[in-house]
């Protein structure tokens, strides 16, 4: 049977997946990728997450008895013009900016590589929850903020492969500056990285910080309702720049169901500026933690 292997590499886990053409999965094996943040930065040394990755697929070729039509890897960072590698990622993952999998993986078809998010949209449209969308934004909710654009109904990447990364919007410019140096950004406003700081040191997990105010604690519910409302106000002032049809919301904290997307729509009822009350779709995506490694499968089937 004809089927691509579908990798999502990340700082925590590694997923993989073999998809046939019509986007069933075939096999999906998850392991832990290993990366401590550190690790050697030495061009002649071997990524430890290298070796598990190809190790992984050679299992999952294995075990359908041939080789995949084609592999892609979906990773966090920005993606390479010609999608060949991820070209930037400070401060996890040493050894991935550059790596260059086509090669590694001695593959005779370019094997290509694409941002986390991009590939959980590229997955989303094709067998998840934006599959009877042509225009579409994703946001992908966790230690950071990730984003993808459908546009016409491709993945748009830009000039540069860096559209859509829309954790690092600004919502406050006199806010401290993110990762790339953008003051006040969404990824700072609603991120897990920031929460921490953003609570004075009363929660670092999302988790407790939403069971909290679930359970009705005033600081959780103030702290929580203002990193929601901080969301709404990002995501209004993306649909007036894009007008899609719908919002796809993924990534972990997406998995808080209701107690985000009750308030998240109150908010976005206040904000969003709707014609004849027609108001953009807010629902969440589908493909949970695979929707990376279905996305980069299908890339692959179509680079």
């Excluded at 590694?104 to 969308?133: C, Q, S, T």
């Excluded at 709404?232 to 894009?242: G, K, P």
Aim: glycine share 12%; net charge negative.
């Amino acid at each position: 049977m004809k089927y691509s292997i579908g990798v999502d590499l990340g700082a925590t886990n590694i997923k993989i997946v073999a998809v046939d053409a019509s986007g069933h999965v075939l096999a999906q094996i998850r392991e832990a990728t290993g990366d401590i943040g550190g690790g050697s930065q030495d061009p002649d040394t071997l990524p430890s997450w290298a070796g598990k990755v190809k190790s992984l697929v050679v299992q999952l070729e294995s075990d359908g008895g041939a080789s995949a039509s084609s592999i892609g890897i979906a990773a966090p960072g920005l993606a390479a013009r010609d999608n060949r590698s991820i070209v930037r990622m400070p401060g996890r993952l040493a050894g991935l900016e550059g790596f260059d999998w086509t090669d590694f993986l001695k593959r005779p078809e370019m094997v290509p590589v694409l941002n986390d998010a991009h590939a959980a949209l590229v997955g989303e449209h094709w067998i998840g929850a934006a599959r009877e969308f042509t225009e579409a934004i994703l946001l992908t909710l966790g230690t950071g903020i990730g984003g993808a654009l459908l546009i016409h109904g491709e993945l748009y990447q830009g000039v540069r492969a860096r559209a859509g990364h829309l954790g690092h919007i600004t919502l406050d410019s006199s806010g401290p500056p993110d990762i790339i140096g953008i003051p006040g950004s969404l990824e700072e406003a609603f991120g897990e990285c920031t929460l921490q700081l953003r609570s004075h040191g009363k929660y670092q997990s999302t988790r407790q910080l939403v069971e909290d105010y679930r359970s009705g604690k005033p600081d959780a519910a103030s702290i929580w309702l203002e990193s929601v409302r901080q969301l709404a106000c990002a995501i209004a002032a993306l649909i007036n720049v894009l007008d899609p049809q719908a919002v796809i919301i993924g990534g972990g904290i997406a998995r808080s169901g209701a107690s985000l997307f009750d308030p998240l729509n109150c908010f976005l009822e206040q904000m969003e500026w709707c014609v004849a009350g027609d108001r953009v779709k807010l629902l969440a995506a589908t493909l949970g933690d695979l929707s990376g490694a279905i996305g980069a499968a299908r890339f692959a089937m179509k680079t």
